[in-house]
């Protein structure tokens, strides 16, 4: 115990443990956690554009002259690269023999690999999910009713 004050947990100085419920609590552990919050979401890896942030496709088998649909900026390039570091050496993780000067033109790299991130922006999985916009409007619309 940390504070030997009168009236700073008196209950654990006397031995007595306050129980919220019968059972103990199994502590969650952050992979656990991690996963509940994935289960609940429906979520999708994808490749986003490095100029305008808009999904450009799953990130399988990018061509070398791949565009991206909402700006037109080359996909196969150095920016959307899983080795891309601006902290790395001629800013990239992988092991290049020489550097690549423009970073957003497309280029013809080997050991490129799409940067794909994890869209966790859609609906929350589940069989209410479609039905939440109507139920949601009649529960605010019931909210303000007159009784008579």
């Known amino acids: 115990m940390k504070y030997k004050q009168k009236g700073y947990r008196d209950s654990e ?5 306050k129980q919220k419920n019968d059972a103990p609590r199994t502590p969650r552990t952050p992979e656990e956690r991690q996963l509940r919050h994935m289960m609940e979401r429906s979520a999708n890896l994808v490749l986003r554009c490095h100029q305008c942030s808009s999904v450009a496709g799953a990130g399988d088998g990018i061509g070398q002259s791949a565009v991206c649909a909402g700006c037109g900026a080359a996909l196969h390039c150095c920016r959307n690269c899983a ?11 992988a092991e290049i023999t020489q550097p690549v000067l423009d970073k957003t033109a497309a280029n013809a790299c080997e050991l490129f690999k799409a940067n794909t991130v994890l869209d966790a922006t859609g609906r929350r999985a589940g069989a209410g999910a479609a039905a939440a916009p109507a139920d949601a409007r009649a529960a605010f619309d019931n909210l303000f ?3 008579s």
């Open 83 to 93: 080795s891309f570091d601006t902290g790395a050496r001629w800013e990239c993780r």
């Open 13 to 17: 100085q006397r031995g007595e443990k």
């Open 145 to 147: 009713k007159k009784k």
